[in-house]
């Protein structure tokens, strides 16, 4: 009875506060610019990798920001390589001549998450947009903030060695040389160390971003300002190195590989941001997209009784009040993810929400669209503090588990600034093989993804 009763009021307080939100009318995307303030960087996460609604919300979001605001780039929990083509395309370089053309480097697993229908009219208009900016250095980037992919790296950097540093390309391809083993899969390299059938190659990764750092800081002294190559190449080499010390802990305790992971995330935001600042000498602005769970303070969720760090932490401790934490929830619709790693993308249904949890209470509010303002001080926020269930949906769904699969306790007041609740969504639709995207039946055996 008297959680009944304390249900019942959150219900009532929530009435009264939450801003009721229609996503197709500009005044919506007023409110939120406005409740974000002077931040320079704004995280917008999302609830799962697969409703169609968090792109489409974050898209307009992203697009007002950099119209009104001053925003300078998007930075996605996508791999810096894959994301490169992007940047190319948006600044009108490498001969990369439309938006799908910029997406081909997403083909590992799970690539509908920007493969997808949403994306290619999105980076369109942001290439219309970049077209009648006159000065290149003001022209919207877009960045990749993930370290899975190795070799794709090291052969960038290589690449870049070769065109504008011949005498140590060969140094580079030396070092890189010892990844051959795993050519095929990085993966591999964690397994032949776990089982001491190969040496760590930490000295040969090391050793390249040194070299790579002492040849721009000679390039920049004697020559050039920093340039968009010469950064790109840079941040190839710290991939590479952070990648090497990810796949080199596989094996240990996951919080690990989280951390690496998340730190390796904040950290090569703020390069971004003070490469922005060296291009434009002016403050940097940056949207990022990822997951809830990369976006929300880790300090509020089990994540911290784990021992793991997150980017919103991250943040929040490096940028204090220059950031802010945008969430995004939902309750019921559907959501395309897959059974298991590296498996078929299904639309699979959204089960309901489990009583106790911010998704079921939010779900019993008249208005099913809206945004919540975690900032205020008030009762409401206290007893929206106490630890409740939230869900989590990565690219792995798996409705039979559901509580053990993708619910952690939170705080949601501490974990975000700002919450955006989009009642019932709908999946989202990869560009490749649409017969992929076929109505979920079987079981699902393997946990979730973020």
């Not at 309901?352 to 669209?369: A, D, R, T």
């Not at 560009?431 to 079981?443: G, M, T, V």
Request: overall charge negative.
């Amino acid at each position: 009875m008297k959680m009944k009763n304390i249900s019942s009021k959150l219900i009532s307080l929530l009435e009264e506060v939450i801003y009721p939100c229609d996503f197709a009318c500009a005044k919506t995307y007023e409110h939120i610019v406005e409740m974000i303030g002077d931040a320079r960087l704004v995280l917008m996460g999302e609830a799962t990798h697969g409703s169609a609604e968090f792109y489409q919300v974050r898209m307009q979001l992203s697009q007002y920001l950099i119209q009104h605001k001053g925003f300078q780039a998007i930075a996605i929990e996508g791999d810096w390589t894959s994301c490169y083509p992007i940047h190319a395309y948006l600044q009108g370089k490498d001969r990369v001549e439309n938006s799908l053309q910029a997406l081909k480097a997403f083909k590992r697993f799970p690539s509908w998450m920007w493969r997808n229908h949403l994306v290619p009219n999105f980076l369109k208009d942001l290439r219309e947009y970049n077209d009648q900016v006159v000065l290149q250095e003001e022209k919207v980037g877009f960045y990749g903030l993930d370290l899975y992919c190795l070799h794709e790296a090291a052969q960038a950097v290589i690449a870049y060695l070769k065109i504008h540093h011949p005498e140590a390309a060969q140094n580079a391809i030396q070092r890189y040389a010892c990844f051959d083993h795993a050519h095929a899969d990085p993966q591999i390299y964690s397994y032949l160390l776990e089982h001491r059938l190969k040496k760590s190659c930490l000295k040969e990764v090391t050793e390249q971003l040194l070299e790579l750092q002492h040849l721009a800081y000679h390039d920049i002294k004697s020559r050039f300002p920093e340039s968009d190559e010469q950064f790109y190449a840079m941040q190839n080499a710290r991939v590479v190195k952070n990648a090497e010390a990810y796949y080199r802990a596989l094996f240990e305790a996951h919080h690990v590989t989280w951390n690496i992971r998340d730190q390796h995330m904040a950290d090569t935001l703020q390069n971004i941001m003070a490469h922005l600042e060296t291009l434009s000498q002016k403050p940097a602005k940056l949207i990022v997209w990822a997951h809830n769970s990369h976006v929300g303070d880790a300090r509020a969720t089990e994540m911290s009784e784990r021992q793991e760090v997150n980017l919103g932490q991250l943040v929040r401790e490096r940028f204090n009040t220059s950031s802010f934490l945008l969430g995004f929830s939902t309750a019921v619709g559907k959501v395309t993810a897959a059974s298991y790693w590296d498996g078929p993308c299904a639309e699979k249904k959204v089960q309901e929400p489990i009583p106790g949890s911010y998704e079921y209470l939010f779900h019993q509010l008249k208005e099913k669209n809206f945004l919540l303002n975690l900032r205020d001080e008030n009762r409401l926020m206290h007893l929206l503090a106490s630890s409740q269930l939230q869900r989590a949906i990565g690219v792995i769904y798996r409705p039979e588990t559901e509580r053990m699969s993708h619910y952690f306790f939170s705080k949601l007041p501490h974990q975000f600034d700002a919450l955006i609740h989009l009642d019932e969504t709908h999946a989202l639709l990869p560009l490749d093989k649409k017969a992929d995207l076929y109505q979920e039946a079987l079981p699902e055996t393997y946990p979730e993804g973020f």
